[in-house]
């Protein structure tokens, strides 16, 4: 819980509220909710689950439940206090983020280091801990972050040299099926994106558009990932640059080295993610 996102959780690093929705309160909570609710609407279909009805039943206590279409809803008509004012809710409306960061992470964001606040903040803590550190709730958090990295790589518009298309667009030409464009070498590229985006969206995504900028569809079919993989790890943002030896470069590489979802040429001196640039 950091980063004034209330509580971010499971693999992908889903977040429960939006910090620039917060920054500047428009009293609509329409845009204020993140990912983390769609993925404990998918855990929470796995049956004999005690620690997520213990979540559940937290949040009902709350006045708050999770709709089928994850979003994380008030149960009945009640007055909250949001920065400052008194706003009337009904049943069924989405709960305001700053109730929700208030909650989580008094006072909006910032915990005390000790007191009721502290302890209270803690107790979710533990909850939202007992829920995705349990194994039963692992399938659904892998099935959730797939679909999430899909969703984005795939299917994401981005305005590079003033058009715009998909992400698969630029990439596949629309068609990620095609093996002659779909290569290992674009999978750990997008992948290792992907990691690096959870950790600075706005940074990682403007890497990305640099790269697809230069990119030459006749071009060596890993030139692009080359380029993208380059780019991220000669980046001097917090601790990406390659030369860290504990950094994001060298940890996630050795995490995709790991894993043996790819094959061990693609991490060789000559490949598309060597140890130095």
């Avoid at 380059?230 to 917090?238: A, D, E, I």
Wanted: hydrophobic share 35%; aromatic share 12%; proline share 5%.
């Amino acid at each position: 819980m950091y980063d004034g996102t209330a509580c971010t959780a499971g693999l992908h690093q889903a977040i429960a509220v939006y910090p620039k929705e917060l920054r500047h309160e428009d009293f609509s909570a329409r845009d204020d909710q993140g990912s983390l609710w769609r993925l404990l609407r998918m855990i929470a279909a796995v049956p004999d689950f005690p620690e997520m009805d213990a979540l559940l039943g937290s949040f009902s206590y709350k006045n708050w439940y999770l709709s089928p279409s994850g979003a994380l809803r008030y149960s009945s008509d009640a007055t909250v206090l949001i920065k400052g004012k008194d706003k009337r809710v009904k049943r069924g409306d989405k709960v305001y983020g700053f109730d929700i960061r208030q909650t989580f992470t008094p006072d909006e964001g910032s915990v005390p280091r000790s007191g009721p606040k502290w302890k209270e903040s803690r107790r979710w803590a533990l909850l939202f801990h007992a829920v995705f550190s349990n194994p039963k709730s692992y399938k659904a958090q892998t099935l959730y972050g797939q679909e999430h990295f899909h969703r984005y790589c795939k299917r994401k518009k981005l305005r590079v040299s003033g058009v715009v298309k998909t992400v698969g667009e630029w990439l596949y030409g629309g068609n990620s099926d095609d093996p002659s464009v779909s290569t290992e070498g674009l999978d750990l590229a997008l992948s290792t994106f992907w990691s690096h985006s959870v950790n600075a969206p706005a940074k990682a995504w403007s890497t990305l558009k640099r790269s697809l900028a230069r990119h030459d569809i006749n071009s060596a079919p890993d030139a692009f990932a080359k380029d993208l993989l380059r780019r991220l790890g000669r980046s001097t943002y917090g601790r990406w640059n390659f030369s860290d030896r504990n950094g994001r470069w060298a940890r996630t590489r050795l995490s995709a080295m790991r894993s043996g979802y790819w094959s061990a040429d693609l991490f060789k001196p000559g490949g598309v993610m060597p140890r130095n640039l």
